[in-house]
């Protein structure tokens, strides 16, 4: 395989692992972003489950239990919308940027093959260079 094949090649690897890329972080941002909408749902929901409001009337065994129930509901709701959801934000977002960083290097590599493709228009004495430029491009895909 000659080196405009090799750098054909490269250049084919980056532009689609580049698109996967791109494609995985808008999955996960509007993934986020649904999240965040159910997050603000779910703080409303929250509100209700305290209602109504139980007054003095209700007395006896059954409101002592229906109150306690009631009361540990509202925490766990409390405790999933305030941590759990967060806590899934987050590992997006990390994900995200590990992505991001992937792409960056993608860029790098994309980069090099741009000045492989110089390289290659000067001729034979440019060759080491070239060789070192793949070398660099293996690192970042493999």
Do not use: C
Not at 38 to 47: D, T
Not at 86 to 108: E, M, P, V
Not at 113 to 134: C, M, R
Request: glycine share 6%.
């Amino acid at each position: 395989m000659g080196y405009s094949d090799l750098l054909h090649s490269f250049s084919n690897q980056i532009n689609g692992q580049s698109k996967s890329i791109e494609e995985d972080i808008s999955r996960l941002e509007k993934a986020k972003k649904k999240l965040q909408e159910e997050q603000s749902l779910a703080f409303n929901e929250i509100k209700q489950i305290e209602r109504p409001e139980l007054g003095s009337q209700w007395t006896g065994d059954h409101s002592m239990t229906f109150d306690d129930e009631r009361t540990a509901a509202y925490e766990e709701m409390k405790r999933i919308v305030n941590h759990k959801i967060d806590d899934y934000g987050w590992k997006i977002d990390s994900k995200i940027n590990q992505l991001t960083l992937q792409k960056g290097a993608l860029g790098f590599a994309s980069t090099l093959t741009d000045q492989i493709g110089d390289l290659l228009e000067v001729g034979e004495d440019a060759f080491d260079a070239i060789e070192d430029k793949f070398a660099q491009i293996r690192k970042v895909l493999f």
